[in-house]
């Protein structure tokens, strides 16, 4: 809004007065600095090397040294609810963010739709004169606005941000993303054989942004959210960097936890008596299999060279990311902005146990409740990190990452899903340093401490909407007082049932597990660790303390209510996939789709997951015609038909494991093409069985019993295209991309209705005969 007009108004201009300062936007305090957050993904404290880790971060080893390391910082233990927190200085629950956006349900709480009253940073700092950009992962906008047709209303140029470059979902492959800029989807610069890697990228468009910035208006400041896809699976390297670490966790994840203990005390991370606790904590049967630790000795000396070298994929991963960093670290020193920037380096949860007991090639099976197999994964041995892979380690690297803490992402109720590295470096505004700080926080409380820092009051009102008070506070009273009591006292965690309240250096904690359908949550237990004596929360005081129990969970309670927690969710995966928003299908059950238009997000694209469906295309074939008629998904699940050779064929690629194909001559002239799927049963995992019929016009050209995936195609990116498969290209029969030429499609029409094709394609081609 503008500022009240100063002038004066007159009938000629000679006798009025102009006032520009009414008009001009308004400017930042004077020496208010710039804000760097660097965001990474699924890493737990005990990983990188600031903190005693293995994996070496030379840019955070370098901030750290002229800054602070924080020793008890807390996420949400999982991503998008730890993003909304950074978003708006809310509670992720009342930012709609209970779970990740993919994950939404129909509740105030669950819903990924950010309150008008929970207005972001980058809005209050935008006004306040900042320039404002977003470089990488955005896993904030809402799933049921993943599309071109979607309001982009709560897309990062609608929350505040003067620029973004990225993904919108929560990961994404590193050597083919699927990117976006500002409000539109982009293909990416340049292919992985001229040497891309996403964080490569990031890390260049970050510095172009800034100084796009600069060279404009020099002394304005600005404000990055620089949010790259490490760590996050797929964990994909450059050779060089994932070669640095040959031969350094052959110990196995036990020896490192015991390791890394030894080296956390002695650095001043933890206090002196801090133990381990079991590598699999929970008691039986509360645990689900998916998330147990195969222990190191029980493993054959195969399976501990597999994964040994998964650790060292993810190492070289991360130590790539950090040396993008690095880059724009050293441009801001060239530049003379590095002292006045105030960077926040830090995770968004602890380290991800989705790659399964014995680890993942394809992490795709992991979102398909489809199990890996330690022999295809053997047989990938040379070619992880690689984009022949979707690799993730297994659960016991998740659990050393995170020592010396229970569990790791996912779990909020326990430390190793919630207690995350986080490095402060601000030479300008921070007197001390190399030191390490102990006062307890949280994510909510990263927005308070930058408005303090930028000298910027959170508004009552913004953009009309009177605004709900921030949940956390400011951290910068630690800067410079080692001492100095935590002025937090309150912070509740909820994570998919997964529940926790910490007070006063007390904690309770339910033993809960994501995706177990147990319920009756008024009869579940509640542990209790006393976090300021026994840091790793390894001694359960329930029974000496119940009334102290009793409190905190009365408390938890107040606090779930006020932050629109309720209901608690702990359906098992495939219950819980059915409340998962999905776009409504036409009346019709019919979709259209046209070359040469924006890929659908899987989220909005017709629905062949768990379902019996027909896919039509009306194609204009000529003598020489090749390419992708239609495709969805990549290499690691997905389907596409194309034309090469002289042949028309259908491929359906379940999860990597197999390539289905269906294949017969390429008819010239205008014909229609099609599968048709019938679902007539479920696998042993849910995966669909039944003929899949590969048609030219009404004619049956080639048939055969296919499997078709249940969960998802990929958990985001590499949506539905006409004319050419973008990203990562579903069959080995040809490269990305392969666009159609030779000939014309001009529509492709999608089906999930009962009738059969034969029906379908006499309707369709009655339709073309009045097109």
């Given at each position: 809004m503008s500022a009240e007009f100063k002038g004066s108004i007159a009938l000629d201009v000679r006798d009025a007065k102009a006032d520009w300062d009414s008009f001009l936007s308004p400017k930042a305090p004077a020496g208010a600095p710039n804000v760097l957050v660097i965001l990474y993904d699924d890493t737990g404290q005990a990983t990188w090397s600031p903190y005693g880790g293995r994996v070496q971060m030379p840019t955070l080893d370098r901030l750290a040294r002229d800054g602070l390391v924080y020793s008890q910082w807390h996420t949400t233990a999982v991503c998008s609810p730890t993003r909304s927190c950074f978003l708006t200085g809310r509670n992720h629950h009342a930012n709609g963010f209970g779970t990740i956006a993919e994950s939404a349900i129909g509740f105030p709480g669950y819903s990924g739709h950010i309150p008008l009253e929970n207005a972001t940073l980058a809005s209050v700092l935008r006004d306040a004169g900042w320039s404002t950009f977003w470089i990488g992962k955005n896993h904030n906008v809402p799933v049921d606005a993943f599309d071109m047709g979607s309001s982009k209303k709560r897309w990062p140029l609608g929350l505040g941000y003067d620029r973004f470059y990225g993904f919108i979902g929560g990961e994404t492959n590193q050597w083919y993303p699927e990117l976006i800029e500002d409000n539109h989807f982009v293909e990416q610069p340049y292919s992985p054989d001229a040497g891309y890697h996403l964080s490569k990228d990031l890390a260049d468009k970050a510095i172009s942004y800034i100084r796009d910035s600069r060279q404009s208006q020099p002394e304005k400041p600005w404000?990055?959210?620089f949010c790259p896809g490490a760590n996050h699976a797929p964990h994909h390297a450059p050779q060089d960097y994932i070669d640095k670490y040959k031969g350094q966790f052959d110990d196995g994840y036990e020896a490192y936890r015991e390791w890394v203990l030894k080296r956390m005390v002695e650095r001043g991370i933890l206090p002196e008596g801090t133990v381990l606790t079991p590598i699999n904590p929970m008691s039986e049967g509360k645990c689900p299999q998916g998330d147990l630790v195969r222990p190191w000795n029980t493993l054959s000396d195969e399976e501990k060279r597999l994964f040994s070298r998964m650790a060292e994929v993810f190492a070289g991963y991360s130590e790539y990311t950090d040396a993008q960093v690095g880059r724009i670290i050293d441009y801001l020193e060239e530049s003379g902005q590095l002292d006045n920037t105030l960077v926040i380096y830090c995770a968004d949860n602890g380290a991800s146990g989705e790659g399964s007991p014995s680890g993942s090639v394809n992490e795709n099976r992991f979102f398909n409740s489809y199990p890996d197999d330690i022999k295809q994964n053997l047989a990938m041995f040379d070619k992880l990190g690689s984009p022949d892979t979707y690799n993730h380690y297994p659960t016991g690297w998740a659990v050393a990452f995170s020592t010396p803490y229970r569990m790791f992402k996912r779990y909020s109720s326990y430390?190793?899903?919630t207690c995350d590295p986080l490095v402060i470096h601000w030479?300008?505004?921070?007197?001390?340093?190399?030191?390490?700080?102990?006062?307890y926080h949280h994510c909510v409380d990263i927005v308070p401490t930058i408005l303090e820092c930028c000298g910027v009051r959170m508004p009552d009102v913004v953009d009309g909407v009177k605004q709900r008070p921030l949940a956390g506070v400011s951290m910068r009273y630690s800067f410079d007082d080692a001492g100095a009591p935590t002025t937090k006292q309150t912070q509740y965690y909820e994570m998919l049932a997964t529940r926790g309240i910490w007070h006063q250096g007390w904690k309770a904690a339910t033993e809960h597990a994501p995706f177990v359908d147990t319920g009756h949550f008024e009869e579940e237990p509640w542990q209790l660790f006393h976090v300021d004596e026994d840091r790793s929360e390894s001694r359960d005081l329930a029974a000496e303390?119940?009334?102290?129990?009793?409190?905190?969970v009365a408390l938890w309670m107040e606090e779930a209510k006020r932050n629109d927690v309720l209901?608690?969710?702990?359906?098992?995966?495939?219950?819980?996939?059915?409340?998962?928003?999905?776009?409504r299908p036409p009346a019709t059950g019919r979709y259209v789709y046209y070359p040469d238009t924006t890929e659908v997000p899987e989220a909005s694209a017709a629905r062949t997951l768990g379902t019996s469906f027909k896919i039509l295309a009306d194609v204009e074939f000529g003598a020489g015609a090749q390419g992708v008629i239609f495709a969805q998904g990549s290499r690691f699940g997905g389907y596409t038909m194309f034309v090469k050779d002289r042949q028309l064929t259908f491929v359906y690629n379940f999860l990597g494991i197999e390539e289905q194909v269906l294949k017969t001559a390429v008819p010239v002239g205008r014909h229609v093409v099609g599968v048709e799927f019938k679902r007539e049963s479920a696998g042993e995992y849910q995966e669909g069985l039944g003929p899949m019929k590969l048609y030219v016009d009404e004619h049956v050209a080639a048939e055969a019993a296919f499997r078709t995936q249940s969960g998802h195609y990929a958990i985001c990116g590499e949506g539905l295209c006409v004319g050419r498969d973008s990203g990562d290209a579903v069959s080995s029969a040809y490269a990305p991309q392969f666009a159609f030429t030779g000939g014309t499609i001009a529509k492709v029409v999608y089906d999930v209705a009962d009738d059969a094709y034969i029906d379908m394609e006499q309707r369709f081609a009655a339709a073309l005969a009045r097109d």
């Open positions: 404000y990055m959210w430390a190793g899903g030479p300008a505004g921070i007197k001390a340093k190399g030191e390490i700080r102990h006062q303390h119940p009334q102290k129990v009793k409190e905190l209901p608690l969710n702990d359906l098992g995966l495939f219950a819980f996939r059915e409340l998962e928003y999905k776009v």
